[in-house]
């Protein structure tokens, strides 16, 4: 049986997570704790309130991506031509429907 290969893409709003966060955050490749001081500092630097969204601007930005596939068009974009590449000829993915 072939091996699933599944991808999670993911992104914060505005302000929601700064360095210096309680979550964590990382800098220069390495994940660091937490730290008062920068996220205090990086909380004085926004230049406008942090950005949440409310369950209906989800739901919008679910289906802008669901309608625009563009992060699935660039991996299928990037697999054909290193097939193409490699010898690979003719026609690869399937269309969405």
Do not use: H
């Amino acid at each position: 049986m072939a091996k699933t290969v599944e991808y999670m893409v993911t992104w914060t709003t505005y302000g929601t997570w700064l360095q210096g966060d309680s979550k964590g955050f990382v800098a220069d490749g390495e994940v660091r704790g937490e730290n008062i001081a920068l996220k205090k500092s990086n909380v004085g630097n926004l230049t406008r309130a942090a950005v949440r969204l409310g369950r209906r601007e989800k739901e919008i930005v679910r289906n802008a991506i669901i309608e625009a596939d563009v992060v699935v068009g660039y991996y299928k974009n990037a697999g054909r031509v290193a097939l193409q590449k490699n010898g690979f000829k003719g026609r690869v993915w399937t269309r969405r429907v």
